[in-house]
């Protein structure tokens, strides 16, 4: 049946509104664009525990005033009341899991304040023995049936590591290089990636795209330890540490004693992990390459493919001195004007950017879970839930081109029309689903749009969406 004029006439006004929506908004937001994550944030003045550390102390440590630049007498920071109870406090708000012990964060705040005298008094006395980590393996994020390790220490642990970070971490971050984003405060996994996309627009599209084989569990120790105490002097704070990192591993009921690795999930791992990969930083920025760090996720941006073979040496030569160890499958020089490199969840190819594939797909996943043409719950309850996943996603992956969200959207919409063709199959005026369940009905239902805070996004000099 042919359309009237009338409808024809709709038709293309409704396509040249599309068209001039995708003239008038950039395809996608850059990175530089929007407002950094707070610089007073990076100041390590606002955000130490001020029960550790003092005006005074501060000071020091800022202006690189310390006699030999190692700290000393700080195993009393650490067990002060008032620090054990402020590392406590963060535990015990987090509500994790329990530990090999059994005890979870609610039994420990009942106690608190008993518990943690009774720690700092274990300390002191250097009869405190931390428990062994229960071990769990989690899913993968971004590769289906694959899991990873994840260390689970008591409560207790928890809160004195905890303690022992809100010490240990202003004087290792003071020495941390600029470059180094991951675990740190006032930066971000954008803020490296701001760099990333900078440095390709200036030029440097050769990347040393490196992966580390299991680095979290491969960081040899002794080495660590020897780092450690360039910056501490203290031997109890340094005997503190050793026991945790010794203090063994329990998986299905088997204690074992690794000899190398930190275990991934303590509060010390962070701020150990970026210790251990810091020389690395200031070692490749000294030749004069661009690194970007985040944890032990790392690409180099090179403006020649020599110069990122020179680059990839470089790095080769550090990490068997270090005791790690490349994945051959995966580290790759990549010219990214032809190919694309993954970095911290985005792919960059010439200046098109996307969400990785197993990004896309994980969230494709997610999406046809909760939309089940068999589902029993009302379209609001569907759309609510959907809504909460869709803002999560969009708050990281926001900077890539509008496509990405156009499909996703449209996507949703499909299979929500199917969902409800599921319950409603009469249809008398024999109308079409989108006439049926337009898009306003969805977005009256309470469905985040993700063009639509795309659209947002981009207008907002704030970087509201």
């Known amino acids: 049946m042919r359309k009237s004029q ?9 396509r040249e509104a599309k068209k001039k929506d995708t003239e008038l908004l950039p395809e996608r937001v850059p ?18 525990s001020r029960a550790v550390w003092t005006d005074r102390m501060l000071s020091t440590l800022v202006e690189r005033r310390l006699k030999h630049g190692k700290w000393h007498s700080l195993i009393d920071k650490v067990t002060s009341e008032l620090n054990l109870f402020q ?13 090999v012990d059994g005890q979870d964060c609610e039994a420990f705040e009942e106690g608190l304040i008993v518990e943690t005298r009774k720690l700092g008094g274990q300390i002191t006395g250097g009869h405190y023995t931390p428990s062994p980590v229960r071990r769990v393996h989690i899913p993968k994020p971004g590769t289906p049936n694959q899991t990873r390790p994840l260390g689970i220490p008591t409560v207790r642990d928890r809160v004195v590591q905890t303690a022992l970070v809100h ?4 004087i290792l971050d003071n020495e941390f290089h600029e470059r180094s984003f991951g675990f740190r405060h006032g930066r971000s996994a954008h803020d490296a990636l701001r760099i990333v996309e900078q440095k390709i627009e200036e030029g440097y599209v050769y990347v040393v795209d490196a992966d580390l084989k299991g680095y979290f569990d491969s960081i040899p120790r002794d080495k660590l330890m020897r780092l450690l105490k360039q910056h501490i002097a203290d031997s109890k704070v340094i005997e503190l540490i050793e026991a945790f990192l010794g203090s063994g591993i329990m998986e299905d009921l088997h204690l074992h004693n690794p000899i190398a690795g930190v ?14 990969l810091n020389d690395l930083d200031h070692t490749i920025a000294g030749e004069g390459f661009e690194m970007v760090r985040y944890a032990d996720d790392f690409v180099v941006l090179c403006r020649s493919e020599f110069e990122a073979e020179v680059a ?6 550090w990490v068997k001195k270090a005791g790690l160890t490349l994945h051959s499958g995966k580290t790759k020089i990549v010219d990214s004007r032809e190919k694309s490199f993954v970095f911290l969840g985005y792919s960059f190819r010439g200046d098109k950017i996307y969400p990785r594939a197993e990004s896309l797909s994980k969230m494709k996943s997610r999406i046809v ?3 089940q043409r068999k589902r029993p719950d009302s379209i609001q309850r569907i759309a609510l839930e959907l809504s909460r996943v869709l ?49 306003a009905y969805f977005t009256a239902a309470g469905l985040y749009s993700l063009r639509e805070a795309h659209n947002r996004f981009a207008q907002s000099l704030s970087g509201a969406y």
């Open 167 to 170: 010490v240990i971490e202003p």
């Open 263 to 276: 275990p991934q999930g303590a509060v010390l791992s962070p701020v150990l992990s970026n210790l251990y």
């Open 87 to 99: 590392a406590a406090r963060k535990v015990t708000a987090k509500d994790g899991a329990a530990g």
């Open 391 to 439: 803002r999560g996603w969009f708050a990281y992956f926001r900077h890539c081109r509008w496509t990405i969200f156009k499909d996703l959207d449209a996507k949703i919409r499909g299979r929500l029309r199917r969902l409800l063709l599921q319950r409603h199959r009469k249809n008398p005026a024999r109308l079409p689903r989108t006439q049926r369940w337009p898009n």
């Open 31 to 48: 990175f530089a664009a929007k407002p950094r994550e707070d610089l007073d944030a990076r100041d390590i003045r606002s955000w130490t």
């Open 6 to 14: 009338s409808q024809r006439r709709k038709l293309r006004a409704r």
């Open 369 to 371: 879970e909760l939309t």
């Open 312 to 317: 990839l040496e470089e790095i080769k030569r």
